[in-house]
Nanobody
Framework: QVQLVESGGGLVQAGGSLRLTCAAS????????MAWFRQAPGKDREFVAA????????RYADSVKGRFTISRDNAKNTVYLQMTTLKPEDTSVYYC??????????WGQGTQVTVSS
């Protein structure tokens, strides 16, 4: 079965950096685009960033553009989210997502990122 396991979250001061990792299994990883979403308490889950199958095309939410970088390593079945210049409003649970047309939409369990001011 498809499994997505996030790691790398934690507590960081404003202006700091973190790198999130999502390890994927149970799917032909290189065949699917991957994405990161986040959800803050009391708010809807929102899109953060996405990367295409080959890793050469990326999209970002306006709120993170220029600060976050999504990348992937198809040899390791892993997708990353490098986050810099973190702000308190970036505090959320961050989720890895694999949208596999015809097969399902899959989520990891999430990793908490807390940015203190």
């Amino acid at each position: 079965q498809v499994q997505l396991v996030e790691s790398g979250g934690g507590l960081v001061q404003a202006g700091g950096s973190l790198r999130l990792t999502c390890a994927a299994s149970g799917l032909t990883f290189r065949s699917y685009a991957m994405a990161w979403f986040r959800q803050a308490p009391g708010k809807d889950r929102e899109f953060v960033a996405a990367v295409n199958r080959g890793g050469d095309d990326t999209r970002y939410a306006d709120s993170v553009k220029g600060r976050f970088t999504i990348s992937r390593d198809n040899a390791k079945n892993t997708v990353y989210l490098q986050m810099t210049t973190l702000k308190p409003e970036d505090t959320s649970v961050y989720y890895c997502n694999a949208d596999m047309p015809g097969l399902g939409n899959y989520w990891g369990q999430g990793t908490q990122v807390t940015v203190s001011s």
